[in-house]
């Protein structure tokens, strides 16, 4: 079964600097997919970034950015000039792209992000 | 286009009670899953429909069941409610290829 990890249950940034969220998973799989989602305190969950296994392009996301290893099975997520607005828990989550979806995501357990004014 | 909306928001139930929540997924989405969010479990699958049909089910105990109907807006039920099922459920809709899942707000269950 696969896993993720995230190894920073808190960071704190401040406002205008880059912070860095690290994210490891575990898998057998050759092909899937990764994302980052930021759950703000409505609880609503965001779509912040997704990555294709396949692509060897990192994606970006205007302030947005991963750093994607496969070989390391490492995928962090990087936040430019961080913004007060940017507070919020980030997961990091993993879903297999064969099965057309019927897995669901896997989520690993958050990292709480403080933007310091 | 309409997001992922979940009914109700927030739902306070007995030990013992069933509880229905309700999602409706964004317009032409066909998938629908389910999340359950708790402090000590994080987030965990509960399951996934697709054309009225479950595809996968996570982890959790028969107690938790759910259903699609033909408009694909989704229900789950939990039945003979206990203290340890309080949480922030979550539904998410998938596009297409569903490949992305759009989360609604959640409905926050408390079981007292």
């Known amino acids: 079964a696969q896993t993720v990890t995230q190894s920073q249950p808190e960071m704190s940034v401040q406002e205008a600097e880059t912070v860095t969220l690290s994210c490891t998973y575990d898998?057998?799989?050759?092909?899937?997919?990764l994302f980052w989602y930021k759950q703000p305190p409505s609880r609503q969950m965001i779509l912040v970034i997704r990555?294709?296994?396949?692509?060897?392009q990192n994606a970006t996301e205007n302030r947005f950015s991963v750093n994607f290893q496969k070989a390391a099975k490492s995928f962090s997520l990087k936040i430019s000039d961080s913004q007060l607005g940017d507070a919020a828990m980030y997961f990091c989550?993993?879903?297999?792209?064969?099965?057309?979806?019927?897995?669901?995501?896997?989520f690993g357990k958050g990292t709480h992000l403080i933007i310091q004014p | 286009k309409a997001g992922v909306t979940q009914t109700p928001r927030y739902l306070i139930k007995t030990r013992g009670q069933q509880v229905t929540l309700s999602c409706s997924p964004i317009?032409?989405?066909?998938?629908v899953s389910w999340y359950q969010q708790t402090p000590g479990q994080g987030l965990q699958f509960l399951f996934e429909?697709?054309?009225?049909?479950?595809?996968n089910k996570g982890n959790f105990p028969g107690r938790f069941s759910g259903r699609q109907f033909s408009n694909s807006r989704s229900e789950m039920n939990v039945s003979t409610l206990e203290l340890g099922d309080s949480a922030l459920y979550l539904c998410?809709?998938?596009?297409?290829?569903?490949?992305?899942?759009?989360f609604g707000q959640g409905t926050r269950l408390t079981v007292v």
């Open positions: 989550a993993y879903r297999r792209r064969s099965g057309g979806g019927a897995d669901g995501l896997t």
């Open positions: 429909y697709f054309s009225e049909t479950q595809r």
């Open positions: 990555q294709e296994a396949y692509k060897q």
């Open positions: 998410a809709s998938g596009g297409q290829t569903n490949t992305e899942a759009f």
């Open positions: 317009s032409g989405h066909r998938s």
């Open positions: 898998t057998s799989e050759s092909d899937y997919y």
